[in-house]
C-alpha cells in the first residue's frame, strides 16, 4: 500500500504568515494516464472535509488563492500564502492513483 | 446544488448488520465513481470502498473485505454500503464521496459498534 507521510503533523499558525504542509509519498504517484491525483482537503472543525487542491496544484472552485498546491513524483507540498483564522481545521493529502486509495496522517493548524 | 445525503446509521451489537445509503441530487451520479470513507473518533480519515461508473468495479480497504459490500442504484442515485460481520473497531462516522474528480463529500453518519 502507498503510505503518505504528512510533516508537520501540529502547525501552529501566525495570522497573514505563510505556512505550508509537506506530503511525501512511499511510491510515485504517477498513474499509468499521465495523471498525478494528489488532492489535498480541509477539515475544519464540526464540518465534512472539503477538497482543497486535485492534481498536485488544481485549485476548486471557491478556494481562496492563497492555498496553492506543487510538487510531483513523491514530494507534494499545500502552501498557504497568509493563513486567516478561517483556515485552522485539519488538512489531509490522499492519493487516488493506486489501489487502496491512502490519506496522510493528517496536520493540525491552529493560531498561535 | 450538490447534495449527498448518508443515512442508515445507528447502534449496532458487535456481530451485527447495517445498511448504509447515499442519496445523490444536483449532479449526474451515474457518471461518476464513489466511494465510502470513515472516521473514527479523533482519527484521521480512512478509505473504505470504491465502486466505479456503472458498478463493473468494486475494490476495498483490508480492513473490511469480505464483510462489507458496496453497490450503486443509478436508477435511484443512491449509494449504499450493505455492512455485515460489525466490529467495534468499525465504530465511526461514515462520508460518501467522490474525492477524485468532483470532490463531493456528504455530512456523513454515524455508526456505533457496541454491546
Known amino acids: 500500500d502507498v503510505v503518505l507521510t504528512q510533516s508537520p503533523l501540529s502547525l501552529p499558525a501566525t495570522l497573514g504568515q505563510p505556512a505550508s504542509i509537506s506530503c511525501r509519498s512511499s511510491?510515485?504517484?504517477?498513474?499509468?494516464?499521465?495523471?498525478?491525483?494528489l488532492i489535498w482537503f480541509q477539515e475544519r472543525p464540526g464540518q465534512s472535509p472539503r477538497r482543497l487542491i486535485y492534481?498536485?496544484?488544481n485549485r476548486d472552485s471557491g478556494v481562496p488563492d492563497r492555498f496553492s498546491g506543487s510538487g510531483s513524483g513523491t514530494d507534494f507540498t499545500l502552501k498557504i500564502s497568509r493563513v486567516e483564522a478561517e483556515d485552522v481545521g485539519v488538512y489531509y493529502c490522499?492519493?487516488?492513483?493506486?489501489?487502496?486509495?491512502?490519506f496522510g496522517q493528517g496536520t493540525n493548524l491552529e493560531i498561535k | 446544488e450538490v447534495q449527498l445525503l448518508e443515512s442508515g446509521g445507528g447502534l449496532v451489537q458487535p456481530g451485527g448488520s447495517l445498511r448504509l445509503s447515499c442519496a445523490a441530487s444536483g449532479f449526474t451520479f451515474s457518471r461518476y465513481a464513489m466511494s465510502w470513507v470513515r472516521q473514527a473518533p479523533g482519527k484521521g480519515l480512512e478509505w473504505v470502498s470504491s465502486?466505479?461508473?456503472?458498478?463493473?468495479?468494486?475494490h476495498y480497504a483490508d480492513s473490511v473485505k469480505g464483510r462489507f459490500t458496496i453497490s450503486r442504484d443509478d436508477s435511484k442515485d443512491t449509494l449504499y454500503l450493505q455492512m455485515n460481520s460489525l466490529r467495534s473497531e468499525d465504530t465511526a462516522l461514515y462520508y460518501c464521496?467522490?474525492?477524485?474528480?468532483?470532490?463531493?463529500w456528504g455530512q456523513g453518519t454515524r455508526v456505533t459498534v457496541s454491546s
Open positions: 511510491q510515485s504517484l504517477v498513474h499509468r494516464d499521465g495523471n498525478t491525483y
Open positions: 465502486i466505479t461508473a456503472g458498478g463493473d468495479a468494486r
Open positions: 464521496a467522490n474525492m477524485v474528480t468532483t470532490g463531493y
Open positions: 490522499m492519493q487516488g492513483t493506486h489501489w487502496p486509495l491512502t
Open positions: 492534481s498536485v496544484s
